[in-house]
């Protein structure tokens, strides 16, 4: 039975991950406030490591994090070893330190989309555009906006991610799912 509950446990967290890509790929370009569009997959990520420990939340952040390469048009594995870390380190956080509620989720999220929006926003910064460097001002305030904008998101994927981790809690202390 414990077998079971494996493979809906993963098909679950893939599941998730596969309709939070899509939502982020196809529907939230779309939706732009101001020429800012959300960044969900860190959340998703965040939320997995916060519910669920480090390991779950490590798996889920390769995962997201080669999805988001893929989707922002990244340089590779930027956002694969970013959301694999936080994934990790959040995770641990959560299994010796903090507590799961929506305030450990949403700090979290918090740090992780602020960082990823820097990740975005550094080869900006540092490279050269046409011969002129970008200020770094008006870019930390682009992260600021798109990591507020992003975090209007937290709350509904917090439902998801709390409900996969109780049943995913649920599973792995009983041997059987419900």
Known sequence: MRRK????????????????????????PYLRLYGYAPLILPVVSTGVAVYEGQY??????????ILCDISLNQPAGVFTVLLTITGLLIGTLADTVVTRRLATFLISSAAVLSISALVQLFPLWYFTVNGVQIPFQPLLSTAIRQTAYSLVFVFPLWFFVKALGARAGRMSSSGRSF
């Open 5 to 28: 509950a494996l493979v809906i446990s993963i098909l679950l967290h893939a599941a998730l991950i596969i309709v939070v890509y899509v939502f982020q790929g196809m529907i939230f």
């Open 56 to 65: 779950t939340g490590g798996v889920v952040g390769i995962f997201s994090g």
